[in-house]
T-cell receptor, first 113, second 110 residues
Framework: DGGITQSPKYLFRKEGQNVTLSCEQNLNHDAMYWYRQDPGQGLRLIYYSQIVNDFQKGDIAEGYSVSREKKESFPLTVTSAQKNPTAFYLC????????????FGPGTRLTVL | SQQGEEDPQALSIQEGENATMNCSYKTSINNLQWYRQNSGRGLVHLIL?????REKHSGRLRVTLDTSKKSSSLLITASRAADTASYFC??????????FGQGTRLTINP
């Protein structure tokens, strides 16, 4: 899982609550990404950031928010506006100047009760 | 929308056999990448092939790319039980964005 950590590994949330997933990297990568993975499916891009204090929406950004205040950290907040938040969330990073390879964290499994 | 589509969706073979997975994509690419995901874990980068390359090897892995057919294949030779995982192809879309297929779930039976 490289130098990327995600916490917690499992997260349970009551319906209507916001929850924040942590992602930290020590690879000195400029770019960071959040993906959502549903059972038996591929990855869908939620948000990405190429530089500190800047981020862009991916394909499924509705109901999610992010911040990039530090190069090492890219937390994802799943808001109550996300209608179907139960999923496996993966964070990744890559050097800014290339899309040759993305390094992934171990993931957080979010379950809404 | 998914750029890459893997085929087959699931593959089950005996240990020692070769496993072949295919990926098709729709638009022109700079490179195509293959990743592996063990159940409940993050993805691990396996190999990258550039658009001007036709074949690439890494250990027991062999990747081919046919840009005229917009397709790629991943061959794992002499499979082992530890190769059991899901395998995804990914292509670059825009700056710094990868688009992943839905994956092939590979099971190696001992």
């Amino acid at each position: 899982d490289g130098g990327i950590t995600q916490s917690p590994k499992y997260l349970f949330r009551k319906e209507g609550q916001n929850v924040t997933l942590s992602c930290e990297q020590n690879l000195n990568h400029d770019a960071m990404y959040w993906y959502r993975q549903d059972p038996g499916q591929g990855l869908r891009l939620i948000y990405y950031s190429q530089i500190v204090n800047d981020f862009q929406k991916g394909d499924i950004a509705e109901g999610y928010s992010v911040s990039r205040e530090k190069k090492e950290s890219f937390p994802l907040t799943v808001t109550s506006a996300q209608k179907n938040p139960t999923a496996f969330y993966l964070c990744a990073s890559s050097p800014r100047t290339t899309v040759n390879e993305q390094f992934f964290g171990p993931g957080t499994r979010l379950t809404v009760l | 929308s998914q750029q890459g589509e893997e085929d087959p969706q699931a593959l089950s073979i005996q240990e020692g056999e070769n496993a072949t997975m295919n990926c098709s994509y729709k638009t022109s690419i700079n490179n195509l990448q293959w990743y592996r995901q063990n159940s409940g874990r993050g993805l691990v980068h396996l190999i990258l092939i550039r658009s001007n390359e036709r074949e690439k090897h890494s250990g027991r892995l062999r990747v081919t790319l046919d840009t005229s057919k917009k397709s790629s294949s991943l061959l794992i030779t002499a499979s082992r039980a530890a190769d059991t995982a899901s395998y995804f192809c990914a292509t670059v879309r825009g700056a710094q964005k990868l688009v992943f297929g839905q994956g092939t779930r590979l099971t190696i039976n001992p």
